[in-house]
């Protein structure tokens, strides 16, 4: 099997897992289900075994078609993407089997469609990794957004399709209004959209213009939530747990901050934009998401909001550790991608779990829930550690570098805002943890639950331990990064 | 001579000659079919001459073989072929598919006279697009104008006569305007042969009957093509017509004046007038931005679904203009991809409203609510040629609107303006789709108990047929891009 077929096939994969799913929904779920499971594991396969390939230096790329004169659609693997891309199949893995204990368990209806639309969802996920042009990863950004719409207006009632609107309406307006204009005023002034170690605009642009372009990418990619474009984010959550989950945790915001890094990295060029004073603002901004949002989650009542606003803080560490614009830093960012995807998917298992078992869904209910869920509360501790950063968890190591890049250029903002910001994570995750494992029930809940179902057991589990690992054996992932080519030039 | 030199003429005379031909034929059935073969040959007609355009730039075929600029001279170029490859696949599409839906509409024992007509519109435009003489132009758009009034009034629904009486005075005010304005320059000139005109007018440029000419001339395209503000006959006609008609219209009626005006501003008058510059830039321009956010912004609080479509094609009308307004090769190819372009998407859109028109006899927004749990493959087209008509990327809408940005781009300061435009456009036409998406997804079905099938297959396979040429296009648009860049060079070969 050549590289250029593995490339193809990574994306070709879930399509196919689609239509399969598709055709047996509706009379065989156990057979939809295990079509879901089988897709999964063989685009990882496929995924990972890419790896050694590019351990060795080597970078497979296949051009699919040219769709104007010098504009084409071509993939081109390098170890950024196949980070991504690794993490996210992995995880489809976990969130498949976590996604049929939570359908199941809570009766969902529309189950057919949700398998359908994840497995696209993947597939757009698995493009943007890959893409080796700005225009090929455009394709599929918007092809995430609109597969993930139906995932989010799930329920059908008329909340939950005023929230999907909000959702999509911001993405698409984004994408659309400021996203696509950057990437046509890149191509007018470079002649070309590749993604180029050092970048394409040195030489092409400066002045002003360079901050004003970086605007329009930043606040353009709606999914890396940068506020003031973050109210999508919560009003994802109303969607099913396992959507939060994979795509609200990991896939979609994720391919929101893992554009950015590609556009700083690839299209401005770290060096470049060093140089240019008029891109500053971009540390500003993001110091500001994150402890901005933090202090709104700290008032959140609701335990999937609480979530989704850290993870706007979180996403928005990775953004002020690339505009930090030192190599150790970036390193941090994009371990840090790895790192929140492995724990923040743990605690949305969680909050599920929780669901499931209790149709419990504030924070306060939650008192002496440890006792019932000894494994999701176990599970979700070690998540919540790893978002403040403490080892033996896998936060600990991103914010290590982050910390060190800041140090490396005396960026005083930036480690302030680490400080006050791994306080602020303490200030509300603690008290969740204190309250679930120290706390008794007030009241006897009116069914005497346990454990959440098997699956979702199984799946939260396997990603906290994922997390843990991730801290203790970080040297691949280090190995993967920082290669030359990679990260820095 | 051999019978592939014959085909410029041919692409005019087969239609036309076997239309009265369908009158006569009173067999259930054989009149679609007759009148499906000749749509057909025409496209098949087009084809070949795409195919010698392609290789050897254009076609000029003497009528009688008569010397232009006595004889009447045909003339196929890149744009003429573009052209009638949107006007005689959309004719042969619809009228593929549409066998159905025209038979729920029109009476079998109108049919043959309906046909007829249709075959007559055919002829009329491809007329329009082949003939390389002034006057000829005129009585081609005569015959696609009074076929069209036929077509368009030939449903059940009595409240298309008022619409089609308002076609009827402004398309004769627009048509009278013309040939005002090509009395006046045969007055000047002596000629009505378009390649003879553009060499002749340049004597008497100057002179005031020419201007008032040129002034007769675009007004009156412009009435015919639905340039705001001169649209208020199109959004009425297209709502009351029958369906399939409207999708055969929507997809290249507008388009051809387009053409007609596009070849008078650019190769007639563009370089013979000395401030013809000015047309551009004060006057189509501005309609043209105000066509794209007025008609968008319409079609927001519209509340039927084709009038709604019909709106955003007023506001694609003002994207074509915009293109072609700010006369430079990117933008008047943007301009004319566009033009293709938008034929694909509207016509998808009007075959999946014609596919709702089978089961639904109202198409009011409410009358769809939840319609995609009964309709899934009729919704899923939609959705499709929705999105490119948006113009997301991977669609044919997403080339053109990325081509017209570019362009604009190029223009500096007024550039950036025009991007806001089309960006605030892009956005509005997101919000009129969505309205009818979310409805068709997420709505409550009106009456529960009230089932609705899908539509019959072989509208569906049309519609999705329609619906993956806007996939197809959008990845490999070679064809309409080599076409839409060699009439553009075309176009502005006169000018520096």
């Known amino acids: 099997m050549t590289s250029e077929f593995q490339i193809l096939l990574s994306i070709l994969l879930p399509l196919a897992g689609a239509v399969g799913i598709a055709i047996t929904g509706r009379h065989y779920p156990n057979l939809r289900e295990a079509l879901t499971l089988f897709t999964a594991a063989s685009l990882t396969a496929v995924v990972w075994t890419l790896l050694p390939e590019l351990l060795a230096g080597e970078r497979p790329s296949v051009r699919v078609a040219e769709m104007l004169p010098g504009l084409t659609i071509e993939f081109q693997v390098e170890p950024l993407g196949m980070l991504f891309a690794a993490l996210a199949s992995l995880l489809w893995i976990v969130n498949s089997i976590y996604s049929i204990g939570y359908m199941r368990g809570n009766n969902e209806r529309h189950q057919t469609r949700f398998y359908v639309l994840f497995a696209v969802a993947l597939s757009a996920v698995m493009g943007i990794a890959f893409a080796g042009n700005l225009l090929t990863l455009f394709i599929f950004y918007e092809v995430l957004t609109l597969s993930t719409y139906p995932l989010v207006a799930h329920k059908g009632d008329s909340k939950t399709v005023v929230s999907a609107r909000t959702y999509l309406g911001i993405l698409l307006a984004t994408s659309i209004g400021l996203f696509l204009p950057a990437i046509i005023w890149t191509y007018q002034v470079a002649g070309t959209l590749d993604f180029t170690p050092g970048g394409i605009l040195d030489g092409n642009l400066a002045g002003p213009a360079v901050g004003l372009l970086l605007a329009l990418y930043v606040f353009g990619i709606g999914k890396a939530a940068v506020m003031p474009v973050h109210r999508w984010l919560p009003a994802a959550m109303v969607a099913p747990t396992p959507v939060s989950a994979l795509l609200h945790a990991v896939a979609v915001v994720k391919a929101g901050v893992f554009t950015i890094i590609k556009v700083v990295v690839f299209?401005?060029?770290?060096?470049?934009?060093?140089?240019?004073?008029?891109?500053?603002?971009?540390?500003?901004?993001?110091?500001?998401?994150?402890?901005?949002?933090?202090?709104?989650?700290?008032?959140?009542?609701?335990?999937?909001?609480?979530?989704?606003?850290?993870?706007?803080?979180?996403?928005?560490?990775?953004?002020?550790a690339v505009a930090i614009l030192k190599p150790l830093s970036e390193i941090g960012a994009t371990i840090h991608i790895a790192a929140h995807a492995f724990g923040k998917i743990t605690l949305f298992f969680a909050a599920g779990s929780i669901y499931t078992a209790s149709k419990k869904t504030e924070i306060h209910q939650l008192r002496g829930i440890g006792r019932r869920m000894p494994w999701t509360m176990a599970a979700f501790t070690i998540g919540a550690l790893s978002m403040i950063g403490v080892p033996p968890t896998a936060g600990f190591v991103s914010k290590w570098y982050i910390l060190a890049g800041s140090f490396q250029s005396d960026n005083y903002i930036a480690i302030v805002t680490i400080i006050v910001s791994t306080a602020l994570n303490a200030m509300y995750f603690l008290p969740i943890i204190f309250y679930a494992w120290f706390c008794r029930e007030e009241v006897a809940p009116t069914n005497d639950h346990g454990e959440a179902p098997l699956a979702i057991v199984i799946a939260l589990t396997a990603t906290a331990a994922l997390t843990v690992l991730l801290f203790l054996f970080n040297q691949p992932v280090l190995d993967l990064v920082s290669q030359p080519g990679g990260m820095s030039k | 001579m051999i019978l592939t030199d014959h085909l410029p003429a041919l692409q005019v005379v087969v239609p036309m000659l076997i239309a009265p031909l369908v009158v006569l034929m009173r067999v259930?059935?054989?009149?679609?079919?007759?009148?499906?073969?000749?749509?057909?040959?025409?496209?098949?007609?087009?084809?070949?001459?795409?195919?010698?355009?392609?290789?050897?730039?254009?076609?000029?075929?003497?009528?009688?073989?008569?010397?232009?600029?006595y004889g009447i001279e045909l003339h196929v170029t890149s744009f003429s072929a573009l052209l009638l490859l949107i006007v005689t696949g959309a004719s042969t599409l619809t009228l593929v598919a549409g066998k159905q839906s025209i038979d729920t509409e029109i009476g079998h024992d109108r049919q043959p006279l309906f046909y007829a007509a249709w075959l007559l519109a055919l002829s009329g435009f491809t007329g329009i697009i082949v003939t390389g003489d002034a006057f000829n132009i005129f009585?081609?758009?005569?015959?696609?104008s009074l076929a069209s009034y036929v077509i368009i009034a030939a449903g059940s629904d009595r409240r298309v006569l008022p619409a089609v009486f308002k076609y009827l005075i402004m398309g004769t005010i627009g048509a009278t305007f013309y040939l005002i304005g090509i009395g006046l320059i045969y007055m000047m000139t002596g000629t009505l042969n378009l390649a003879d005109m553009e060499a002749r007018i340049h004597e008497v440029g100057e002179l005031r009957p020419i201007l008032v000419a040129a002034g007769f001339i675009t007004l009156g395209l412009a009435l015919k093509a639905a340039v705001f503000p001169l649209h208020a006959w199109l959004p009425h006609s297209y709502t009351y017509a029958p369906h399939i008609v409207t999708a055969f219209l929507a997809a290249c009626s507008t388009k051809v004046a387009l053409y007609v005006l596009l070849r008078f501003d650019f190769l007639v008058f563009q370089q013979n007038l000395s401030t013809h510059e000015v047309q551009f830039t004060v006057f189509l321009m501005p309609l043209a931005v105000f066509a794209i956010l007025i008609a968008s912004g319409v079609a927001v609080f519209e509340r039927n679904l084709k009038g709604l479509l019909a709106y955003s094609s007023l506001a694609q009308v003002g994207y074509i203009l915009l293109g072609a307004s700010l006369v430079s090769m990117p933008g008047l190819t943007a301009g004319l991809m566009h033009m293709f372009n938008h034929a694909l998407a509207k016509g998808a859109l009007f075959l999946a409203v014609a596919c709702l028109g089978m089961r639904f006899t109202r198409l009011e927004l409410v009358n769809l609510s939840g319609v995609a749990r009964q309709m899934p493959w009729t919704m899923a087209a939609f959705v499709l040629a929705g999105l490119s008509l948006i113009g997301v990327p991977g669609t044919a809408g997403f080339i053109s609107k990325w081509m017209l940005i570019s362009a604009a781009l190029q223009e500096g300061a007024l550039g950036v303006a025009l991007v806001a435009i089309i960006v605030v456009s892009s956005l509005l036409a997101v919000v009129y789709i969505w309205r009818v998406i979310e409805l068709a997804y997420f709505g409550d079905?009106?009456?529960?108990?009230?089932?609705?099938?899908?539509?019959?297959?072989?509208?569906?396979?049309?519609?999705?047929?329609?619906?993956?040429?806007?996939?197809?296009?959008?990845?490999?648009?070679?064809?309409?891009?080599?076409?839409?860049?060699?009439?553009?060079?075309?176009?502005?070969?006169?000018?520096?």
Not at chain 2, 139 to 144: L, S, T, Y
């Open chain 2, 445 to 496: 079905p009106p009456e529960a108990g009230q089932s609705v099938n899908e539509a019959p297959v072989w509208l569906l396979v049309g519609t999705w047929v329609a619906a993956l040429m806007n996939i197809y296009f959008g990845i490999i648009p070679s064809l309409p891009l080599s076409l839409a860049s060699e009439s553009a060079a075309s176009l502005l070969q006169h000018l520096p």
């Open chain 2, 28 to 69: 259930r059935g054989l009149p679609w079919a007759v009148a499906t073969v000749t749509s057909l040959m025409a496209f098949a007609i087009a084809v070949g001459l795409t195919n010698t355009v392609l290789d050897s730039y254009s076609v000029t075929y003497e009528m009688g073989s008569w010397r232009a600029p």
């Open chain 1, 267 to 320: 299209i401005f060029g770290v060096e470049f934009l060093s140089t240019e004073s008029s891109a500053d603002w971009l540390l500003i901004a993001a110091a500001f998401t994150v402890i901005a949002a933090s202090i709104v989650a700290l008032r959140q009542s609701n335990l999937k909001r609480l979530l989704a606003y850290s993870t706007i803080a979180q996403l928005s560490y990775v953004v002020m």
């Open chain 2, 139 to 144: 009585v081609f758009m005569e015959i696609a």
